[in-house]
């Protein structure tokens, strides 16, 4: 057996790789990449997704953190000059750098879930460029992406993604599908920018803020919650019950609260 079969799984970078065939064929089905497109895949592991991806005739572009994998793609997709490997932190790269068109590139990961919340954020933050997302993510995190107000699912994750996305949880992937298996449940989702807001707010800034500030404390009303941010008058002013849960209130309701905000003399 060559070297290449031999690495180890490491713990500290979220390495759970998949090996079920059927599993990485559903995925791939469900991304449906064409010829011509620009793909991102972020933490290609040993290439499990990879090569499938490049087999569509698509562009690809990596982002691999673990010095000991490069040499293994390197050697596995290197021929191909439609595939381009970036050493890295995909939390710290720079999506610029690829000099893809306005909502073109598609993103693609089995991600390390020790580092998923940040780096949606972090792709959040590079919308514009990005046509959609795929990601194997914690199923409760999915669950938490694809929630609606009124449950304990609702929170700042659901909130500020759907404020940039459309999301749809695909399916479920067991523990068996990877190697070794993680100890927790799968799914995989899919996130569409869109292209005009549905609820825009004056400064998305003041969106963050808001939300963080509810979530900090959801067990307490709004009113309570949201006291050192906005006066009762303003709450009412949003169309907001001020008696009623963080929880309770759905995307349009905290983008109004975002723009009473953004009008408080004491907004940053
Ligand atoms: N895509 C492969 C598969 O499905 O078999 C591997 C998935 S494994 C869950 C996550 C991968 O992300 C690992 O290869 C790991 O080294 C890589 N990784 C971890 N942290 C990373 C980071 N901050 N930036 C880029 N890649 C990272």
Not at 171 to 199: C, M, Q, T, W
Request: hydrophobic share 45%; charged share 25%.
């Amino acid at each position: 057996m060559s070297e290449h079969h031999q690495h180890r799984a490491r713990k500290r970078f979220g390495q759970n790789f998949l090996h079920d065939a059927g599993v990485i064929h559903r995925i791939l089905r469900a991304i449906h990449a064409r010829e011509g497109e620009r793909l991102l895949e972020i933490g290609p592991g040993q290439g499990a997704l990879t090569e499938g991806l490049l087999a569509s005739g698509a562009q690809l572009d990596l982002i691999e953190l673990d010095l000991d994998l490069i040499p293994i793609l390197q050697a596995k997709f290197g021929h191909e000059p439609r595939f381009r490997l970036n050493q890295g932190d995909a939390l710290k790269f720079d999506f610029n750098r690829l000099e893809a068109a306005p909502h073109s590139l598609r993103v693609v990961g089995n991600l390390p879930y020790n580092i998923s919340t940040p780096l949606i954020f972090h792709l959040l933050d590079n919308a514009a460029l990005i046509r959609d997302m795929h990601f194997m993510l914690q199923k409760e995190v999915v669950e938490r992406l694809a929630a609606g107000p009124g449950g304990g699912d609702w929170g700042r994750l659901s909130i500020m993604v759907q404020y940039h996305c459309r999301v749809e949880h695909l399916f479920n992937v067991g523990p068996g599908a990877f190697n070794p298996p993680p100890k927790v449940d799968s799914a995989i989702v899919r996130l569409v920018p869109h292209e005009i807001l549905p609820h825009p707010a004056k400064d998305h800034h003041q969106l963050e803020r808001v939300v963080r500030e509810a979530f900090n404390q959801r067990r307490k009303t709004l009113r309570n919650a949201l006291k050192a941010l906005l006066p009762a008058a303003a709450i009412e002013a949003a169309g907001v019950d001020g008696s009623l849960r963080p929880e309770q209130l759905d995307l349009a309701a905290f983008v109004r609260l975002a723009d009473q905000l953004a009008e408080q003399p004491s907004a940053d």
